[in-house]
Every structure is written in C-alpha cells, then in structure tokens.
C-alpha cells in the first residue's frame, strides 16, 4: 500500500508527457489525488491496526506519523487539483498560459506530490533529505511559471534561501550520521531514535541545532523566512495552496522526527528551547508585517509563517495534548489555507489586480467567493467552530499546563493582532462600494462550478473536524506518540 500511495502521483506526471492525453489530464489529475485521498486512508487503518509498515526493503516506513501526514498531503492537493482546470481555462483566456503550459504544471505538480509523499515515507535522514530537497528543484519552476521578472526573482529568492537551510540540514545529517556511526548505527529514523542514548551529546547538540535551522528554514520559520512571501504571492494559485497547505508541514514532518531523537539523546530541554525562539521570532515577525500589509496573497503567505510559528511552539510544548492539537493544527491550517489561495486566485483573476486597496465590494460581485474567503478568514484567525480554534485551544492549555506560561501569553498576544490585522484587511476587500473610474473592474466575479467545490468542501471539513475527529481519532492518537506525544 505504500508504494501504491507513492506510485499513483508519480504515473499521473508521466501521463502529462503523453501529448495526445494532455487536454484531459488536469481533470485527472483531480482524480489521482482522490486515488491517493483514498490509498492514504487505506494505508492508515492498516498501521493503526496492525503497527508500522515497510516497502522496497526497509527503505520506506509509515508509521502512524507518515500515514497522518499523507492522509493531509491528498486532502490538500484534492481541492487544488480540483480547481486547477478552472484556473488555466481563465489563465488561457486571458492569454497567459498555454496547452503547453497547463501539461507543465501538471507534471511539475504531481511530481511535487510524489516528492512529498517520498519524504514522509522516508526510512532514513538521508532519504528524507533528498526528497525535501526535490520538492525544492520541482517548486521553483512552478513559482516561476508566469516568467515574469517578479516571479523569476521570487523562484531564485526560494531556491538561495531554501538551499542554504537544506545545506545546513545536510550537515546536521552528516554529523548525526557520523555521532551514530560511532554508536554502532546509522541513520535510520527509527534506529536513530532507539539508539539516541548512545550518541555523542556534544556533536549530537550541533547536528539538532543545523537540522532544526535548516529544515526550518524550508518549513518558513524565521530567522530565514524570507523566501516564503515572494514565493507564495507569485506561484499559481493551485501551486499556493499546496505549499501553504502541505510543503511547509512536510518540512516541519522532519524537524518533529529531530525532535523524537533530540528528546531522547539530549532531554526535552534543549529542543523545546531552540523550537520556543524560533516560534515566537515567527510570530513577531508575522504579526508586525501583516499590520502593514497592502497584497492579500502576501498577507495568507504572512499568516503561514504564523501557522509554523504555532506548531513550533506546540512541538516545543511537546506531551500528548500538544502534539495532537499540532497535528491537528496541521490538517486544519491546510485545509483551510488550500481554500483561501484558491479564492485568491479567484479575486486576482477576476480584478487584475492583488492589492488590497483594489478590492472592495467584493460580496455584491462574487457572493460564493467572498463568503467562502470570509469564512476561511475566521478560520484562520482561529474562530469556532473551525478545527483551528479547537488546536489553537489546545495548545494553549498544554502551553501553560508545561511550564511554558510566558511563552504562552506572548502567543496568545501576537495571535490576537494577526487575527485583528487578516479581520481588518479582509473585511475592507468584501465590503463596501467596487472601485469606480474609468477602467474599473465592476463585472462579478465568476467561479467555476469545480472550483466552488474545492472552496466549500474542505471548509465544511474543518469545521466539523472542529467538534469531531470521528474516525481520525485513533490515528491522532498513535501519530501523538510517533511525533513526541509519549515523553
């Protein structure tokens, strides 16, 4: 089953290079993901029921962890590629993209899907590493799609900064590599965490320290975010929701299987410390940046690295109530953020133009998109009945229950001026009167009727995952304790 999950994204990006099939493939490349939907969650009731499986000798595993993420990986990318053909067909009329150019993005994406995929199923550091790495390679074309001079400055910006944290991650690697060597081991995830105690405490403290920087870096913790707005504001917008919605959460994957190893050699202290600075120097930079916003796609890039800044300080939290409300988090935040880039695109291609101060009046002319654009918002900011509110609740409790209660408060501060900051931009863009003056843009807004689903559905599934987590209960739990919930 694990290689099946990992199979189905990587043919459907060869079937994009068979031209004769290239009209169809962006519907099914919808269909792939919902093959991968179902596969993932066949996959996950067999490692609740049974324990962790492995494939291709040992070289991939998914423990309850892996299949979590993956269950979240094809929840995203659903909507996204649902509401892909919708975006080309308006990019073509428009003149902006090509037949050429959709076959590209189909198979740039799935082979992002399948990087991602890789890395979560990753056996090894080494393995994991590799794969972060190619979503890196795949995703700076896809940022760089429009060739325009901000875009291609965005693709470089995303590949300087996200190459010199993976440089760093690398070296970590090396030197856990070589701590474990010496203690009869090597760099399997799960050997690594069972052998931890008898790994150099010295070498070990550098290689968590340049694998938490450099995998964070990929994940959009500050110090070294600053790729993550460019890149997010000038990528198509399918392309945005899946690396707000999943990228980030992929490289994060990896800092929590660092922790589990950092735990165990070195004690909680250390981590939790490293991740605590790294959250809340997110969420600062976050909460003043968004006050100041003029761009609503920068400003949803802007609340990602305020999402990673709380799922980094839950994993620094740690415990069992944190780390599920992290994971939680997790799935909520994509859901979520897959729906607000997806409108955003929606607004972009229907106004020309991504400024907020452009925008106004958006409920009388495209009353389905700015509804669900209000809702996501509220979601966002953390308003029940949505999943957010009940992870951000979580994390609260265990926050100030471990010992992390000033922490905590500031948290809980900057949360406020985000919510207060996304409220206020985006109550400006649906409000009020359109823009008037020749030229302005005045027609409604059309959304397509696929596109409505990929902005409704995983709406309605973060708020009911909010009050319920019904079959997802289990898996929760088992993930809970893979990612740290044990110690």
């Not at 919808?30 to 066949?42: D, G, T, W, Y």
């Not at 094809?74 to 975006?87: E, F, K, Y």
């Not at 059309?446 to 973060?462: G, H, I, Q, S």
Request: aromatic share 6%; charged share 10%.
């Amino acid at each position: 089953m694990a290689i099946l999950v990992l199979a189905v994204p990587a043919v459907t990006a060869l079937g994009f290079l068979v031209p004769a099939w290239r009209r169809g493939m962006l519907w099914a490349g919808a269909a792939s993901a919902l093959v991968s939907l179902a596969a993932a969650i066949a996959l996950a009731t067999t490692v609740v029921r049974t324990g962790p499986v492995t494939a291709l000798g040992g070289l991939l595993r998914a423990d309850a962890l892996s299949a979590f993420l993956l269950v979240v990986i094809s929840a995203v990318a659903v909507p996204a590629t649902l509401a892909t053909p919708g975006h080309f067909a308006a990019e073509r009329a428009a003149g902006r993209a090509t037949a050429r150019t959709a076959a590209r993005h189909g198979l740039l994406v799935h082979l992002f899907l399948a990087a991602m995929t890789l890395a979560v199923l990753a056996a090894n550091l080494g393995l994991l590493w590799v794969s972060i790495e190619a979503t890196t390679v795949v995703t700076a074309f896809l940022v760089g799609q429009s060739r325009t001079r901000t875009a291609v400055e965005a693709a470089w910006k995303y590949v300087v900064i996200c190459s010199a944290g993976l440089a760093l991650a690398l070296l970590g690697t090396l030197l856990l590599g070589y701590a474990s060597g010496h203690a009869g081991g090597g760099l399997d995830l799960a050997g690594l965490a069972a052998g931890a105690g008898g790994l150099d405490s010295g070498v070990t403290r550098i290689a968590v320290t340049l694998l938490v920087l450099g995998f964070g870096a990929k994940a959009g913790l500050a110090p070294l975010h600053a790729w993550l707005p460019d890149a997010h504001s000038q990528a198509p917008a399918p392309v945005s929701a899946l690396m707000s919605g999943v990228l980030l959460a992929v490289a994060f994957y990896a800092v929590l299987r660092v922790k589990v190893v950092a735990d165990a050699a070195l004690g909680a202290g250390f981590a939790r410390g490293l991740l605590t600075v790294m959250a809340l120097a997110s969420l600062l930079v976050a909460a003043t940046l968004l006050l100041a916003q003029r761009d609503y796609k920068r400003m949803l890039a802007y609340s990602s690295i305020e999402h990673l800044g709380l799922v980094s300080f839950g994993a620094a939290v740690g415990g069992p109530v944190a780390t599920a409300a992290v994971l939680v988090h997790v799935l909520g935040h994509g859901l979520v953020k897959a729906v607000l880039f997806l409108g955003a695109g929606r607004v972009a291609q229907g106004t020309g133009t991504s400024r907020i101060d452009r925008v106004r009046g958006l409920a009388a002319r495209g009353p389905v998109l700015a509804g669900c654009l209000g809702a996501g918002v509220l979601a966002l900011a953390g308003m029940p009945p949505f999943s957010l509110f009940a992870s951000e609740l979580g994390l609260a409790r265990a926050g100030f229950a471990g010992g992390l209660g000033w922490a905590t408060a500031i948290v809980l501060v900057l949360v406020l001026v985000v919510a207060a900051a996304l409220a206020g931009h985006t109550t400006r863009m649906l409000l009020g009167e359109p823009p008037g003056g020749p030229g302005a843009a005045r027609a409604p807004v059309a959304v397509p009727r696929a596109t409505r689903l990929a902005l409704a559905v995983p709406l309605v599934a973060a708020a009911v995952l909010g009050f319920w987590t019904g079959p997802l209960a289990s898996l929760l739990h088992a993930a809970a304790l893979a990612g740290g919930g044990g110690s």
